[in-house]
């Protein structure tokens, strides 16, 4: 049994050699990052020279040294420092040196008499590769016409019609104008980089967001497809700012909306105020039908692909006020860009999506249970309202009728 002096010293002398432990692992680390292992494969035992017992004894020192890795194309050199490529070296029964890997997809071999000659040979190869890719990225591909395919084979069977639509005005609008006739190879970071600058001197923030993940997307496939030998998207800085939240509109711009839909009843208007009233996304106006007492939509939210899931907001008092004035079938003719636009025009500080704003706010306003306007919106279960809550709200119909009668101001 050990006394309490006894047992410190115990315990100190793990601590010190706990100590040295982790001092020589360091080491080890420190040392071995400095170079390249070459792991020696299938050796083929011969009749030893001096050369080849220092290999045998030694045969995990055999490296790349840092001048040799200098020597390398650029962009391998990391990847050797790294360990990230493994090579490999065999003795041949001829008994020269073999140096071999995979990069990229290529098998880069060296043979030579000597392991000096067969790592320079190497290094060579490495170089011939490297100019090989250059080959391939100079082909006269122009990114309009690449960057129209890959929309079409990429994106179009894979995304909703309108999604699709959204990449193709983008590219029209800010691509087509910067790089259409620019060779694909080309186009550098600098180029790109210039581009997205000007979105942050306008404060186009979520336009900037959207583009940079295409063009991203696009040199990423790009890459793969061998046209260029890195993505110059790598390293672009995309613009952003503080997201703009949308503002429900007062009680007096509602009520001279409200005014203005009485005296002129143009088609937008009358989309103006059932959106007002029922809280849908622009997309979703296309595929509204009213049934008993509810307005059915198509939820916008939903991937190609998925299921369709159609939501139910029952009309409110506000809305049966004014549905006879509304023609329903004229309003879901409309384009979403030629509404948003004569929407502007009447209030020229506020968007089309924050009348949504407006209802959720005169909902919870007027005391409609918040998991219940949740419901409406579409808006998916979170921690606070789980899918169970949702789905006993979405079956029991009186309950929602019983809220919406709240709805009236």
């Given at each position: 049994m050990l006394n309490e002096k006894e047992f410190?010293?115990?315990?100190?002398?793990?601590?010190?050699?706990?100590?040295?432990?982790?001092?020589?692992?360091?080491?080890?680390?420190?040392?071995?990052?400095?170079?390249?292992?070459?792991?020696?494969?299938?050796?083929?035992?011969?009749?030893?020279?001096?050369?080849?017992?220092?290999?045998?004894n030694?045969?995990?020192?055999?490296?790349?040294?840092?001048?040799?890795?200098?020597?390398?194309?650029?962009?391998?050199?990391?990847?050797?420092?790294?360990?990230?490529?493994?090579?490999?070296?065999?003795?041949?029964?001829?008994?020269?040196?073999?140096?071999?890997?995979?990069?990229?997809?290529?098998?880069?071999?060296?043979?030579?008499?000597?392991?000096?000659?067969?790592?320079?040979?190497?290094?060579?190869?490495?170089?011939?590769?490297?100019?090989?890719?250059?080959i391939v990225s100079?082909?006269?591909?122009?990114?309009?016409?690449?960057?129209?395919?890959?929309?079409?084979?990429?994106?179009?069977?894979?995304?909703?019609?309108?999604?699709?639509?959204?990449?193709?005005?983008?590219?029209?609008?800010?691509?087509k104008i910067a790089f259409e006739c620019k060779e694909v190879c080309k186009i550098t970071q600098f180029d790109l980089q210039a581009f997205f600058n000007v979105y942050e001197s306008t404060g186009k923030y979520n336009t900037a967001k959207k583009l940079h993940q295409l063009m991203k997307a696009v040199f990423e496939y790009a890459y793969i497809d061998e046209i260029v030998s890195r993505s110059p998207m790598a390293k672009i800085k995309c613009p952003t700012g503080e997201k703009e939240h949308g503002t429900a509109l007062t009680l007096e711009e509602e009520k001279n909306l409200i005014n203005l839909f009485k005296t002129k009843k143009t088609v937008s208007l009358q989309a103006f105020v059932f959106i007002l009233y029922t809280g849908i996304r622009r997309s979703e106006l296309a595929s509204v039908e009213i049934e008993n007492g509810f307005v059915n939509v198509t939820c916008a939210k939903i991937r190609k692909g998925k299921k369709e899931k159609t939501r139910r907001i029952p009309i409110s008092p506000m809305l049966q006020k004014y549905l006879p004035q509304i023609d329903l079938e004229k309003i879901k003719a409309l384009k979403m860009t030629n509404i948003s636009k004569t929407f502007k025009e009447f209030m020229p500080t506020h968007h089309l999506h924050e009348l949504r704003h407006t209802f959720i706010t005169r909902c919870q306003e007027v005391g409609i249970r918040r998991e219940i306007v949740s419901l409406w919106a579409g808006h998916v279960a979170d921690s606070s309202i789980t899918s169970t809550v949702y789905t006993h709200l979405e079956k029991n119909e009186q309950i929602q009728l019983d809220e919406i009668k709240k709805f009236k101001y």
């Open positions: 410190y010293e115990k315990l100190l002398l793990i601590n010190q050699l706990t100590l040295e432990l982790i001092g020589d692992i360091n080491e080890y680390k420190n040392t071995r990052s400095k170079f390249k292992i070459l792991h020696f494969k299938d050796y083929v035992d011969r009749k030893s020279t001096n050369e080849d017992l220092q290999l045998n030694n045969c995990e020192d055999v490296l790349f040294t840092p001048k040799e890795i200098n020597k390398m194309p650029k962009e391998f050199r990391k990847l050797f420092r790294t360990n990230k490529i493994s090579a490999h070296v065999r003795l041949q029964k001829n008994g020269s040196y073999e140096i071999r890997c995979q990069l990229n997809y290529n098998q880069i071999t060296a043979t030579a008499k000597t392991i000096e000659q067969a790592k320079e040979k190497f290094i060579t190869r490495l170089c011939i590769i490297k100019d090989n890719t250059k100079k082909k006269k591909i122009l990114f309009g016409d690449y960057f129209v395919k890959w929309l079409e084979l990429t994106k179009k069977p894979f995304v909703k019609e309108t999604t699709y639509a959204d990449y193709v005005k983008l590219y029209n609008t800010y691509i």
